[in-house]
Structure formats: C-alpha cells, structure tokens
C-alpha cells in the first residue's frame, strides 16, 4: 500500500513542491523531503486513515512552505564560515579543544602558587609582568624564575600526555 501511494504522489509532489519552493525561498528537494517525512510519519502511527492522499499532499506542500519561510525570516546567514583555528574542520576543533583540556588540568594539577601564575600567563587578557607579580602579590623580578620552574614542572605533567600518542606493540 505505501509503496504504491509514493510512486502514485510522486509526479504531484514534485509539481507542487517546485512550485512553492521559490515563494517559501528554499529548495524544491527540501520541501519534497519534508513533506514525504511528514506521510511517512503519519503512515506509521496509530492516527486516522488519509481519506484524500492528494489533498492531504497539497496541504501538507503549503504548511511546509510556510514553515520555511518562516525560519527564512527567523535565521541569519554568516557573513562567513564560523570555524575555530582559521577553518579547521570539526575534527580539528575537537582535537584542539581536547589539548586545552588536557593543558588545563595539567595546570591546575601544578604545585604551590603555580596554576596561579600559569593561569595568568595564559590569560587571553595578555597580563603584562607588572599586572601579574601585582595580581599574585610577588615581585616583578622572580616572576621569570618562578615561571621557568612552573613551566618545567607543567613539562614534566604533559610528557606522558604527549608520549600517549605513539604506535605500541
């Protein structure tokens, strides 16, 4: 019975989408697609029998295409492509976002005033060394020992981290 209903509203489908689809300002495919979700849908549940497959289609053509056009008028187009790190693609995004994580718990897994200091180096705020030994109440100029410790020790964290990467076995 399904079967033969598509290949019987098919031709129309196709008529009536095309025809809508520019006034609703989206594809002829889409609303096709959408519509043909919405038989199924009602093909497969419990509700009343289509007693006019072809009005129901009509109908279902128009709510679809005001449907669109309302979400045309609701959405905004970018101005470009958002990306993070300059349009990689999700994969990347992941996997730096990972490293990030990775980094910040290396960080804060970092002994005495060191997650502090480290904190503030990373800072997207760019602290310079004077806003920084203010900020963590130390001297401006055993900031730069103090950081190489810090950073060693965060070496020392992250090492395994990076080593995890290699081909065993």
């Not at 203010?134 to 060693?152: D, H, I, T, V």
């Amino acid at each position: 019975m399904t079967h033969d209903l598509v290949a019987a509203l098919r031709p129309l489908l196709t008529a009536e989408a095309a025809a809508e689809a520019y006034a609703a300002g989206s594809e002829p495919g889409d609303l096709e697609q959408a519509v043909w979700l919405r038989l199924f849908e009602r093909l497969h549940t419990d509700g009343p029998p289509l007693e006019d497959p072809v009005a129901w289609l009509r109908r279902a053509v128009r709510i679809e295409a005001r449907r669109s056009r309302r979400t045309s008028r609701r959405e905004r187009p970018y101005d470009h492509e958002p990306a993070a790190d300059g349009g990689a693609g999700p994969e990347q995004v992941v996997l730096t976002a990972a490293r990030h994580r990775a980094l910040r718990e290396a960080v804060r897994r970092l002994p005495g005033r060191c997650p502090r200091l480290v904190e503030a180096l990373l800072s997207p705020q760019d602290l310079t060394y004077r806003e920084i030994a203010g900020e963590l109440g130390m001297a401006q100029g055993s900031l730069g020992p103090e950081r190489s410790r810090c950073l060693s020790c965060l070496r020392r964290l992250l090492t395994p981290e990076v080593a995890t990467g290699e081909v065993r076995g």
